[in-house]
């Protein structure tokens, strides 16, 4: 009661809840459209101009900018490469996804020392993001990399 009348009094001080279903649809169309299109120039529409990935190489870029710059280098390493949405829960303004990326390692990625003759990788992980006035304004990664390393180490079949 307190908050919706300071919100009449104030209204410059109104406060969003975070919309948990709505920030859920946000990711599932993030993913579809950046993931699975790569149609990066939505990137401009989704992030937000702060939007910082903690598991960039590169601390310090972000935005959608260093977004595209990263995702340029790794389609050109992996250029088939597919993420599939297994899981994803929405609570607040956090959003977490479960993904599965699977595509053939082509060109050199900054980072990794192995050679690329034709591997099939696959990558999986969990990011989770959180959302501020319908943008993404942060995430936070944790992969099988170890897993991607091994199997890029065995030779291609």
């Given at each position: 009661m307190k908050l919706m009348l300071l919100t009449a009094l104030f209204p410059l001080f109104s406060y969003s809840a975070p919309n948990p279903s709505k920030n859920k649809e946000l990711l599932k169309r993030f993913y579809k459209e950046l993931y699975v299109d790569w149609n990066m120039e939505t990137a401009d529409e989704m992030l937000s101009p702060d939007f910082i990935s903690?598991?960039?190489?590169e601390k310090g870029q972000k935005g959608p900018k260093a977004f595209r710059k990263y995702y340029v280098a790794?389609?050109?390493?992996v250029p088939d490469a597919k993420y599939?949405?297994?899981?994803?829960?929405?609570?607040?303004?956090?959003?977490?996804?479960?993904?599965?990326?699977?595509?053939?390692?082509?060109?050199?990625?900054?980072?990794?020392d192995i050679?690329?003759?034709?591997?099939?990788?696959?990558?999986?992980?969990?990011?989770?993001?959180?959302?501020?006035?319908?943008?993404?304004m942060e995430r936070w990664v944790v992969s099988d990399l170890h897993g991607l390393l091994k199997?890029?180490?065995?030779p291609s079949k």
């Amino acid at each position: 009661m307190k908050l919706m009348l300071l919100t009449a009094l104030f209204p410059l001080f109104s406060y969003s809840a975070p919309n948990p279903s709505k920030n859920k649809e946000l990711l599932k169309r993030f993913y579809k459209e950046l993931y699975v299109d790569w149609n990066m120039e939505t990137a401009d529409e989704m992030l937000s101009p702060d939007f910082i990935s903690h598991d960039w190489p590169e601390k310090g870029q972000k935005g959608p900018k260093a977004f595209r710059k990263y995702y340029v280098a790794f389609k050109k390493a992996v250029p088939d490469a597919k993420y599939e949405v297994k899981d994803i829960l929405a609570d607040g303004d956090r959003v977490a996804v479960r993904w599965e990326m699977r595509g053939t390692y082509s060109e050199p990625f900054p980072g990794i020392d192995i050679l690329p003759n034709g591997q099939t990788v696959i990558l999986k992980g969990v990011a989770i993001y959180r959302v501020e006035d319908e943008k993404l304004m942060e995430r936070w990664v944790v992969s099988d990399l170890h897993g991607l390393l091994k199997t890029i180490q065995e030779p291609s079949k």
